[in-house]
């Protein structure tokens, strides 16, 4: 650990972000295991994480799958559907219907979108296979400007080049047609990216770049760090983490997270799958979540694929759900590790928020009413998270609650309920995603997280009774 590590009550915790308010807080902060999170995107947000799967187009009819992924995950890849060969099938036509799919099915669910992948050497289309020099170059940028435009505001984070890097010891640059036409086009590719969709976070993507040892670890180190210094536009570095038996979680992850992260970019768990099974896989998967737990810059965890049957090596049984549907061992350890806490982001607002919390209490509609109270969760540079407590006065069969943030403020994430949006996107009906009823006095909560975009008003909450 290169910051002291200082561990909090939850209490204790807000009380210092309420009197630190004014300042940076220069430590990183050990989350405790508090509220246990009893799905694996309520568990990564208590430390303000997200926790992500891929999703297959083809599969969005199959109910098992969508009521697993709908439950557990709050970030959405999609696995195909918006790489170059999807999106560009023929040079300069554009079509978005599959990662339309995706993404409408994750924004209707209140979930995020994770961008996958603007410029690649692998999955092109064929007419760009043919290409060269600076036509290639063009079309590229053609690619990444088009589809980045398109999918604007909508897209929490894209990898923007993905696997551009050789395996094996040279620490250098993969041979691709891509890196043909200069070893300059990936920050081009970058500043195009930056260009068409300013607010979303751009990723650098590749396999094989756990271990800190690795040559090809350290070259694409090396380029992210070069970047920085020049200011060329890149916020995050993924780390897709395919193992297996060949290619083991090493023991040196987190200081790979660490050393990243120090070059002042996010780092983000993008692809991963463990092959295996039982504790051994379970202990695997654990060491991986703890890894990112213990590097307050890593935001987030997507798995690749839901169930084992989904996976793009099925064989291997690499996921947290069976063929079923079943929580596997690995979905446990996971899910407790994240509830075992780790750190937080170590800058939240650095300036002043004005809290406003509303309660407001509607007539009783038939038996009984129902109360909304906003409470404050955790808070980073650029967003926090919040919980609204229904209370049911009386009995009460259902309930509906409001959430109404000031724009630019924009809810990103949920969980525990199910929300929908009016058209402006600023005020979320969360209804409960059981049946809702309450007995007299029983209260029950969901949560969300507000990209707050400089913006610290709190939101107003109401309930209404059925
Ligand atoms: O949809 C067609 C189907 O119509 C056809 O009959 C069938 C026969 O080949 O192919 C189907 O397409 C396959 C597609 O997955 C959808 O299932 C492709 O052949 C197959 O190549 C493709 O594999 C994908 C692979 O990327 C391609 O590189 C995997 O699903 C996908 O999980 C995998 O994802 C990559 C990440 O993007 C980058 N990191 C590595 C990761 C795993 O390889």
């Not at 978005?96 to 690649?120: C, E, F």
């Not at 195009?192 to 607010?199: F, I, L, Q, S």
């Not at 979680?249 to 970019?265: H, M, W």
């Not at 759900?321 to 509830?339: E, I, P, R």
Request: aromatic fraction near 10%.
């Amino acid at each position: 650990m290169t910051t002291p590590r200082h561990t909090y009550g939850r209490g204790r915790l807000a009380a210092a972000f309420g009197g630190l308010a004014a300042a940076t807080l220069a430590v990183a902060i050990a989350v405790p295991a508090a509220a246990a999170g009893s799905t694996l995107q309520a568990a990564a947000s208590e430390s303000g994480r997200y926790f992500g799967t891929a999703i297959a187009a083809s599969r969005l009819g199959d109910g098992t799958y969508t009521s697993i992924a709908n439950r557990e995950f709050n970030m959405i890849t999609a696995e195909n559907e918006m790489k170059m060969d999807a999106t560009e099938p023929s040079r300069g036509q554009f079509s978005y219907s599959s990662g339309d799919r995706i993404v409408n099915w994750a924004r209707q669910n209140g979930k995020q979108v994770r961008g996958h992948a603007l410029a690649w050497h692998s999955q092109q289309p064929g007419w760009m296979q043919n290409l060269s020099g600076t036509d290639l170059r063009n079309a590229m940028l053609n690619h990444v400007t088009q589809v980045a435009s398109y999918y604007k505001g909508k897209i929490y984070a894209w990898d923007v080049v993905n696997e551009a890097f050789a395996d094996g010891s040279s620490g250098g640059r993969r041979d691709s047609n891509l890196q043909r036409t200069g070893n300059d086009w990936i920050e081009a590719a970058f500043r195009a990216a930056r260009a068409a969709d300013p607010n979303a976070k751009l990723c650098y993507n590749d396999y094989n770049t756990d271990n800190w040892s690795h040559a090809k670890t350290q070259g694409v180190y090396n380029m992210v760090r070069d970047f920085k210094s020049r200011g060329v536009p890149i916020d995050c570095v993924g780390f897709q983490a395919h193992f297996n038996s060949g290619n083991p979680v090493p023991s040196n992850y987190d200081v790979t997270l660490r050393n990243f992260a120090a070059l002042g970019v996010d780092v983000q768990i993008t692809e991963l799958d463990i092959e295996g099974s039982g504790s051994s896989q379970a202990q695997q998967y654990q060491g991986v979540v703890q890894a990112c737990l213990s590097v307050a810059r890593c935001t987030g965890i997507t798995v690749w694929g839901v169930r084992d049957s989904d996976s793009w090596r099925a064989s291997g049984t690499p996921l947290l759900f069976d063929g079923s549907g079943n929580k596997k061992a690995a979905y446990t350890s996971v899910l407790n590790q994240l509830n075992a806490g780790g750190t937080t982001n170590p800058n939240p607002n650095p300036t002043t928020p004005v809290p406003t919390p509303t309660t407001t209490t509607p007539p009783p509609t038939g038996g009984g009413s129902c109360t909304a109270t906003y409470s404050e969760g955790q808070k980073w540079g650029d967003r926090f998270n919040g919980t609204v407590t229904i209370r049911a006065n009386g009995n009460i069969s259902g309930w509906t609650s409001t959430v109404t943030v000031r724009s630019p403020q924009k809810i990103i994430a949920t969980w525990s309920g199910s929300p929908s949006w009016d058209s402006s996107g600023n005020v979320m009906t969360m209804r409960p995603s059981g049946s809702g009823a309450l007995s007299s006095g029983q209260t029950t909560s969901f949560g969300f997280t507000v990209q707050h975009n400089g913006t610290w008003t709190w939101p107003s909450v109401t309930c209404a009774a059925s």
